[in-house]
């Protein structure tokens, strides 16, 4: 058996149901190259043969998501050290190695290698509170029902497209209720003339539906512009009326989850700053609670910017400076979240729309001046969240020394 190490990395790229470790010394010698299933057992025993060979051992993952939970879990339960080599950190470092061959075991060995070499450049994992953890499964559960709710609408437009468009082209099925609601008994022109305006109009006011005359008379006048049946109308209808049902029924859960996103969201201490600041709901104060943590992990507001690729990176070379240009290695969802969030305050009256209309008439785009709104928020957040004070139009008078 060789000698104990005074330390080792150990490489771990993760996969649904088992991962590939690689563990190398300090002189990138492979110690060892194992295949391990994602189960508890052969995870503790993974660390006990990493312990084995030497005396102190780094652990890099390449995945951070819940989709393998279980190893970085298991791992900070037991004290040691781990960080997070990004995937695209892999791919790219990967042309550097000999061969072009893509296996887990190459990969496993190439995060094991960035560890070794960049022991600052990467971030160390912790197990994130509940309260984080919580809107974190709440968060991307409903990010999967907005988009099987968006599958859903298209797929019933292009249904309801062949069987009467003008139909199709009378409502928005993905803003009101009411049109989807009279899809789940009427859906042909046929019928619909036959019901006929009045006694449509009830049976819409019988289930709750808003302005239910404006809806019955917009789709009797869509059917009386088409006297034709189309090919394969009725077994079309058929599939409408069971998307229609779909959809109010996703509609319903998506309701309750953002019920619970809010009752979770306001049980932490920063909710009220977040909320008091125009824009930012619940929904994303959770997003942004979800991402970002306790905030640990930035220094300073120009950090958190960086991370939602609002603060440009520059690209100068030789004699030419100052060339700035947009990031392309940044959190999506955190920039979505700014984003949305300075978009809806810029549209009220107050400085938020003030400072969008001054960097329009500067000659930005719409776009720019959004992203420009939204990174000056991020100062003003960092100082809410560090003051512990709700947001206010007037700035804070300032004491003399």
């Known amino acids: 058996m060789s000698s104990r190490r005074a330390r080792i990395w150990v490489g771990i790229d993760a996969g649904k149901g088992h991962h590939w470790a690689v563990a190398v010394d300090a002189d990138g010698e492979t110690l060892f190259s194992t295949k391990v299933i994602d189960d508890e057992v052969q995870v503790l025993a993974l660390i006990e043969t990493a312990r084995e060979r030497a005396e102190e051992v780094r652990w890099a993952v390449d995945v951070s998501g819940r989709a393998s939970a279980l190893s970085p879990a298991l791992l900070i339960a037991h004290g040691q050290h781990v960080v997070y080599v990004p995937g695209r950190t892999v791919n790219r470092m990967s042309g550097a190695y000999k061969g072009e061959g893509k296996t887990d075991a190459r990969d496993a060995r190439v995060i094991a290698d960035q560890a070794r070499m960049r022991p600052k450049d990467f971030t160390a994992l912790s197990t994130p509170p509940e309260l984080v953890s919580t809107l974190q499964v709440l968060t991307r559960y ?236 991020v100062d003003v957040l960092w100082a809410m969240l560090r003051d512990k004070r709700l947001f206010t139009s007037v700035p804070p008078a300032t004491q003399a020394a």
């Open 142 to 377: 409903r990010a999967d029902l907005i988009a099987d709710r968006v599958r859903l609408i298209n797929r019933l437009r292009d249904l309801l497209v062949g069987i009467c468009p003008a139909l199709e082209r009378a409502f928005d099925c993905s803003a009101a209720k009411g049109p989807v609601v009279m899809l789940t008994e009427y859906q042909t022109p046929a019928a619909l003339r036959r019901v006929g305006v009045r006694r449509l109009t009830a049976w819409l006011e019988r289930r709750k539906v808003r302005s239910a005359g404006d809806v019955a008379a917009k789709a009797v006048d869509a059917a009386q512009s088409q006297q034709i049946e189309l090919p394969g109308e009725k077994r079309a209808a058929k599939l409408v009326c069971d998307l229609a049902h779909q959809l109010l029924a996703l509609d319903e859960r998506i309701k309750d989850n953002d019920r619970d996103i809010r009752e979770t969201f306001r049980t932490d201490e920063r909710a009220e700053i977040i909320e008091s600041r125009p824009g930012t709901g619940p929904v994303l104060g959770a997003e942004f609670i979800a991402i970002v943590g306790d905030l640990s992990g930035y220094r300073d507001a120009g950090r958190l910017a960086s991370h939602a690729g609002l603060a440009p990176v520059a690209r100068d070379s030789g004699r030419r400076s100052g060339n700035y240009h947009r990031p392309k290695r940044y959190s999506r969802r955190l920039r979505h979240v700014f984003y949305l969030a300075a978009q809806t305050a810029m549209m009220r009256p107050g400085p938020s729309r003030d400072y969008y209309l001054r960097k329009r008439s500067e000659g930005l785009l719409h776009t720019q001046a959004v992203l420009a709104l939204a990174r000056r928020r």
